[in-house]
C-alpha cells in the first residue's frame, strides 16, 4: 500500500524513487502507531539486502508520521504488465524468470526476510533486462520481536500461501507458494485462483487446489508442486530451483538432467552509494507513474517536505508529475456528492427526525437525529487522499483490507456525537457475514455492548473502483438485530443503486 514518487538525489545527481507508505486509516491510533512502527523496522531490514534481482534501498525517511522509502528508481514495466501486453509466456522462459526469483527469495530468507507479497505486480523487468524483486513493504525480519498485529491482511489476494490465510505466520515456504502463483499466471496468463471477487477468491485459496495449467506443459507439475496446500508438502528452496532449472533447459522435470549446470544470475550487480552518502540524500519530488493518479494526490510542496524531516535535506525544485500508466477501467475517476446517495423519502425512512439534506463530513455524508443516525463513508486510502479515482487494484485491496481487520473480531472504539454519544465506548466487534446484491461484493458486522446486544450495524460493500462504508446506529432499537441490520442494509442497497446510475 503506497504512492511511488520520483525524487532527485542532489548530492550523487541521479533520479530515485520513493515509497510513501500508507496506513489505513480506520486503525485506532495506537495501531497505526505500531504499524508504523513495523512498517519502518521492516524497511530497514530491507535495505540490508544487496542482490542483483532485488530493489536496492537507500534511505528510510518519516515524514508527519509516515515512513517513506528511498528506493533505486527502475525503467521497465513489472511481469503482470508485460503478460497482459504479450499474453502467456513460453514455460522455459518463465522458469528462468523463476530461478531469478527464487534466488532473491532464498537470499531474503538467508538473512531472515520474507517477503510475503510475492505477485505478478511485483517482479519487474528492467530495460536493461534484469529481474528486480520489488516492494518488501510489508516484509518482516524474523528474529526482531513481534509488533501487536493490526488484523489486516498483508499481502494480495490470489497469491496468499494458504497457511497465511488461515492466520498462521508462515515462513519460506508461504514465499514459495506465492513465486508458483506467480509464474503460474505468466505461462497461463491467469492467477490459479480468479474468482469474480476477492472474497471468492480468498474463499477457494482456502478450500480448492488451483486450475489445472493447461499452457504450462513440464512446468505445470513444479508449479502444482510448489503450491501444495500444506508447507510440509512444498519443494524446498534447493528442491524448487532444481525443478525450474529442468524445465528451463527443456527436459521433462521428473528426469535426471542430462547436464548439470550453474545457474547464472543476469543483469550487472548495482553499485551502492556509501551509508553516509545515502543518509545525506537531498530529494525533489514528482509522481511516478506506478498508477492511475487519485484527483487529489499529495502536492509538489508535501512530497518535498518529506525530505525535510531529516536534517540536510532541502528540496530546490517543484514537481512535476510524470504520466501514468495505462490500467484497467476505474469507473470513478471524479468525487461524488455523498448527501445525493439517498432521496429524501430514503432517509425519513431509516433517521425521521433527520435533516433530508444531510451533513457533509470530507467526503462522507451523515443524517443524524438524536439516538439515531446513517452515515455513508467513501474508504480513503490516506488522509492526504481522495476515496475516489483509485485504481481497480487499490480498491479491491482496500476492501480486502478491511474486510481482514473487521474479521479480527477486535474490540473497537468509536463515539458519534452527533446522536449523542459524546463520549468514547469500546465494544466488541462481530466477524463479518458476505451480503449479496449490494455492489459488487459487500459484507457486515456489528458492535455489540457488554450486555451482547447489537447496538450499530455496518456494511462496507465496492462498486467498481470505489469502497463505500454505511454505518446505522438507532438508539431506540438496540438489541433488535433484523431491524438494525435491515436499516444498515437498505441503505448500503440505496447507495450503491445511486453510485451505480451516475454517468
Known amino acids: 500500500m503506497g504512492t511511488i514518487w520520483l525524487a532527485h538525489d542532489e548530492l550523487l545527481d541521479r533520479q530515485v524513487a520513493i515509497k510513501e507508505l500508507r496506513i489505513p486509516e480506520s486503525l485506532p491510533a495506537s495501531e497505526r502507531e505500531e504499524a508504523v512502527q ?10 540490508q539486502l544487496r542482490h542483483p534481482n532485488i530493489i536496492t534501498i537507500h534511505d528510510v525517511l518519516v515524514h508527519n508520521g509516515m515512513p517513506w522509502i528511498v528506493m533505486e528508481l527502475l525503467t521497465g514495466r513489472d511481469l503482470k504488465d508485460a503478460v497482459a501486453a504479450e499474453g502467456p509466456w513460453a514455460p522455459q522462459r518463465v522458469a528462468m524468470l523463476g530461478l531469478q526469483v527464487l534466488d532473491a527469495l532464498s537470499t531474503a530468507h538467508a538473512h531472515g526476510i520474507q517477503h510475503r507479497d510475492v505477485k505478478p505486480a511485483n517482479v519487474f523487468l528492467t ?28 499481502g494480495s489476494p490470489g497469491y496468499i500461501a494458504p497457511e497465511r490465510l488461515r492466520g498462521e505466520r508462515g515462513g519460506p515456504a508461504s514465499d514459495l507458494w506465492s513465486l508458483a502463483a506467480t509464474l503460474y499466471s505468466a505461462v497461463e496468463g491467469m492467477a490459479p485462483y480468479a474468482g469474480t471477487s476477492p ?19 513440464s512446468l505445470g507439475p513444479v508449479l502444482i508442486h510448489m503450491m501444495a496446500r500444506e508447507p510440509h508438502q512444498r519443494p524446498d528452496a534447493r528442491t524448487a530451483a532444481h525443478l525450474l532449472q529442468r524445465v528451463a533447459q527443456g527436459q521433462d522435470a521428473t528426469a535426471p538432467l542430462t547436464a548439470p549446470r550453474r545457474w547464472r544470475r543476469h543483469g550487472p550487480i548495482l553499485a551502492v552509494a556509501g551509508a ?8 525533489t519530488v514528482a509522481l511516478l507513474p506506478t498508477s492511475a493518479p487519485a484527483p487529489t494526490r499529495p502536492t509538489s510542496d508535501a512530497g518535498a517536505q518529506a525530505a525535510t524531516s531529516v536534517p540536510g535535506r532541502t528540496p530546490t525544485a517543484p514537481a512535476t508529475p510524470i504520466a501514468a500508466t495505462s490500467e484497467p477501467v476505474a469507473r470513478f475517476t471524479v468525487p461524488v456528492n455523498p448527501c445525493a446517495l439517498m432521496t429524501p423519502t430514503q432517509v425519513r425512512l431509516l433517521v425521521p427526525k433527520a435533516a433530508a439534506e444531510g451533513r ?17 463513508s467513501p474508504l480513503k486510502p490516506g488522509k492526504a487522499d481522495s476515496a475516489w479515482g483509485r485504481s481497480l487494484d487499490e480498491a479491491s485491496e482496500a476492501f480486502v483490507n478491511r474486510l481482514n481487520s473487521a474479521a479480527s473480531g477486535s474490540r473497537i ?12 465506548i469500546t ?28 447496538e450499530r450495524h455496518d456494511v462496507v460493500f465496492r462498486l467498481s473502483n470505489v469502497v463505500i462504508e454505511i454505518k446505522y446506529v438507532d438508539l431506540s432499537k438496540v438489541g433488535d438485530d433484523e431491524a438494525l441490520r435491515k436499516g444498515a442494509r437498505d441503505a448500503a442497497r440505496w447507495v450503491a443503486a445511486a453510485l451505480g446510475s451516475q454517468e
Open 38 to 47: 513495523r512498517s519502518m523496522r521492516e524497511a530497514m531490514a530491507a535495505a
Open 199 to 217: 472474497m471468492a477468491v480468498l474463499r477457494d485459496a482456502l478450500t480448492l487446489p488451483p486450475r489445472a495449467p493447461t499452457r504450462a506443459g
Open 427 to 454: 465494544q466488541g466487534r462481530s466477524p463479518s457475514q458476505e451480503v449479496d446484491g449490494i455492489g459488487d461484493e459487500a459484507f457486515s458486522y456489528v458492535y455489540v455492548n457488554p450486555k451482547g446486544q447489537v
Open 127 to 154: 530495460d536493461d533486462g534484469r529481474v528486480v524483486l520489488t516492494d518488501f513493504g510489508i516484509a518482516r525480519l524474523e528474529d526482531q520481536a513481534t509488533i501487536t498485529e493490526s488484523g489486516l491482511l498483508l
Open 276 to 283: 553516509a552518502a545515502v543518509a545525506a540524500v537531498v530529494v
Open 360 to 376: 457533509r463530513d470530507g467526503e462522507g455524508c451523515d443524517w443524524t437525529a438524536r439516538g439515531n443516525g446513517v452515515g455513508v
Open 413 to 424: 472504539p468509536w463515539k458519534w456525537p452527533d446522536i449523542g454519544l459524546e463520549k468514547m
